[in-house]
């Protein structure tokens, strides 16, 4: 009994393997030219969590969190004397914190405390002397105070204030950004779906290295799905 012939396509199977051996390259470079992107996209959501972090913190503890804000609207996403401002590269994020001034009237004033944010956190000590009279006149402790004097404030806001801004910053990054970021940010997810290499190995036996880069693209920034 003679066996019927069997042809083998050497040339088309040579074309496959290297097709997708072209797919997985491209698939590790398109990954990599993700990573800008993906490192943009968590530091801008990291600043929008921080910002809401914050004034959560600040709506819960208002006694150590009312001078980053404007009179009396502490933990007002509207109200903030700070900006958070990042600066990502494909391997590191940065953040920076700077204070705002104040363009509300406390009660009895008659011009903002331009610096109340800095100076509070800070704790840097302020002397009020009269300006428009010879007598001064202010509260302390909820009672009416005059002199004639200049008035020396050696903790502005209460040493309770002093580094509480500092303290809410780092505490952020020390205990929920670790725990918790990844999953809220949706990131973890993505980075646990490694399967996009294998479903779309069949694009990358007919494309290449093209689709490898369109793959390994999308799963590292999450753009377009798998």
Do not use: C
Request: hydrophobic residues 35%.
């Amino acid at each position: 009994m003679i066996s019927p012939a069997v042809k083998f396509d050497t040339k088309q199977f040579t074309k496959d393997m290297n097709n997708i051996a072209e797919y997985a390259i491209g698939f590790l470079e398109g990954a990599e030219l993700g990573r800008l992107d993906m490192m943009w996209a968590v530091a801008e959501s990291s600043r929008e969590i921080l910002e809401q972090y914050i004034d959560a913190s600040a709506r819960v503890a208002p006694d150590l969190l009312h001078h980053v804000y404007e009179w009396y609207m502490t933990g007002s996403p509207q109200a903030r004397l700070f900006e958070i401002k990042t600066k990502s590269t494909a391997s590191t994020i940065e953040f920076d914190a700077n204070f705002t001034q104040s363009k509300s009237l406390k009660s009895g004033a008659k011009k903002p405390f331009y610096n109340k944010a800095m100076v509070m956190e800070k704790g840097i000590p302020l002397t009020i002397r009269p300006r428009e009279s010879k007598v001064l006149a202010f509260e302390d402790d909820g009672e009416q105070v005059f002199t004639r004097g200049p008035v020396t404030i050696q903790d502005p806001g209460g040493p309770q204030v002093q580094g509480s801004f500092d303290r809410v910053f780092s505490e952020f990054f020390n205990n929920y950004f670790s725990q918790s970021f990844l999953r809220v940010s949706g990131l973890q997810d993505r980075l646990d779906k490694t399967d996009a290499f294998v479903k779309n190995i069949s694009r990358g036996k007919a494309m290449g290295k093209a689709a490898g880069k369109s793959v390994g693209y999308r799963w590292i920034t999450g753009k377009g799905g798998n």
